[in-house]
């Protein structure tokens, strides 16, 4: 009797320790299925995100800024590659991206230095999004304002959406000059308009400060469309008229649209963290912990 009891306890405590292992097991395969690494498809590389976010904040912005301006787009440059399906390419038509070696030419001696930081900000904001209505937002962003920030629909047409507001950019001008100035010559300007005068006339603006339309030789063109053509920094101009040349003198840089990203570093220069930045740059979105 003795010998049957002490077999029972011996296959008990093996059951029991089987019963252990299998848990364990278990337990370590389901963390291997959950600890997916994303993958981003840029141009016909297949790039691990977290490796493109740091590659995009490379190109995108300077690396010497505040922490919590380099969250803020870490956050805006996560959440648009989710927006866009992980589908992107590496120009600014997506996001500029830059390899390891694009930043070694970049960046120099610190460039051990400046991706440790990019690290930080990837990894202290690691999952975070931003969202609206259930939707990943277009997470627009820019260089520099002249002041404010533009309505999506008052510089890229099409419907208004409802956290691409305008609103004022005050720090932007804290952290570096504004106003650009470039000059053409008559005839470079009849050259680009395909006219035979060039004359300047019936100007108006958005609110922003932008200009909306203005009259170029009789013909009606949008501020955007004389950005474009003239190559200038910002569809917010003025223009100078000499008697052998124009000068135009630009206030911020890129469409304005979204986030300024000098606007976010004069935030954080002042205290503020990056989901204060995003919040007020995004009017009314979500900021959201995802899990792969």
């Not at 690396?63 to 866009?84: D, G, I, P």
């Amino acid at each position: 009797m003795k010998k049957i009891t002490i077999k029972i306890s011996i296959l008990l405590i093996l059951f029991v320790l089987s019963c252990l292992f299998y848990k364990q097991d278990k337990e370590e395969f389901f963390v291997e299925e959950i600890e997916v690494e994303e993958m981003v498809y840029c141009d016909d590389q297949e790039i691990l995100l977290d490796d493109y976010l740091l590659g995009v904040v490379a190109g995108e912005m300077p690396a010497s800024f505040e922490l919590e301006a380099l969250k803020a787009q870490v956050v805006a440059s996560r959440t648009y590659v989710y927006s866009r399906e992980m589908q992107v390419d590496a120009t600014t038509l997506s996001q500029v991206y830059l390899d390891s070696q694009d930043q070694q030419v970049k960046w120099g001696d610190n460039y051990e230095l400046y991706v440790t930081k990019i690290q930080q900000a990837i990894e202290e904001t690691k999952g975070v999004v931003l969202m609206y209505e259930g939707d990943y937002i277009s997470a627009l962003f820019f260089s520099y304002s002249n002041g404010y920030t533009e309505n999506n629909e008052d510089y890229f047409n099409g419907e208004a959406v409802s956290y691409l507001r305008s609103v004022e950019s005050p720090y932007d001008s804290s952290v570096r000059d504004l106003e650009t100035t470039v000059s053409f010559s008559k005839d470079e300007l009849v050259s680009i308009f395909n006219v035979s005068e060039i004359v300047f006339s019936e100007i108006s603006y958005y609110d922003s400060g932008r200009v909306a339309s203005i009259c170029v030789s009789g013909e009606l063109y949008t501020g955007r469309e004389v950005r474009e053509l003239l190559g200038l920094d910002s569809s917010d101009f003025i223009i100078d008229e000499g008697n052998l040349e124009y000068q135009f003198i630009c206030s911020g840089y890129g469409h304005g649209v979204g986030m300024s990203q000098y606007g976010a570093q004069g935030m954080a220069l002042v205290g503020y963290d990056y989901e204060e930045i995003v919040s007020y740059y995004y009017s009314g979105v979500e900021i959201v912990k995802i899990e792969a």
